[in-house]
Nanobody, 124 residues
Framework: QVQLVESGGGSVQAGGSLRLSCVVS????????MAWFRQCPGKEREGVAR???????AYADSVRGRFTISRDSAKNTLYLEMNNLKPEDTAMYYC??????????????????WGQGTQVTVSS
């Protein structure tokens, strides 16, 4: 059974940094497309960043240049390095895994596995 467990969220001031981690168990993360999503109350889940099976990355326009997605295969762990955080980055952040991509990576419905989420709060 594949399990994803996020950590690293917290409260920071605008301009600060955080690094989120997502530990994968029950599977090899390299066998999956991995992504970070975020969601605010009352809003749809939004794709933040994705890393492909061989390392290709993609980012939402709102975070490109500030966030970096990476993967440590030896630790079976996905990361999201977030710099220059803004109040609009406040959300619950989720990691997700998909065995294949049939649509644009930002569609949540194609991800088979999700973590429980970690809260990020950025104050101005």
């Amino acid at each position: 059974q594949v399990q994803l467990v996020e950590s690293g969220g917290g409260s920071v001031q605008a301009g600060g940094s955080l690094r989120l981690s997502c530990v994968v168990s029950g599977a090899t993360s390299n066998d999956y497309y991995m992504a970070w999503f975020r969601q605010c109350p009352g809003k749809e889940r939004e794709g933040v960043a994705r890393i492909g099976k061989i390392g290709a990355t993609a980012y939402a326009d709102s975070v490109r240049g500030r966030f970096t997605i990476s993967r440590d295969s030896a630790k079976n762990t996905l990361y999201l390095e977030m710099n220059n955080l803004k109040p609009e980055d406040t959300a619950m952040y989720y990691c997700a895994a998909a065995p294949w991509m049939l649509r644009e990576w930002t569609y949540p419905s194609q991800y088979s596995y999700w973590g429980q989420g970690t809260q990020v709060t950025v104050s101005s």
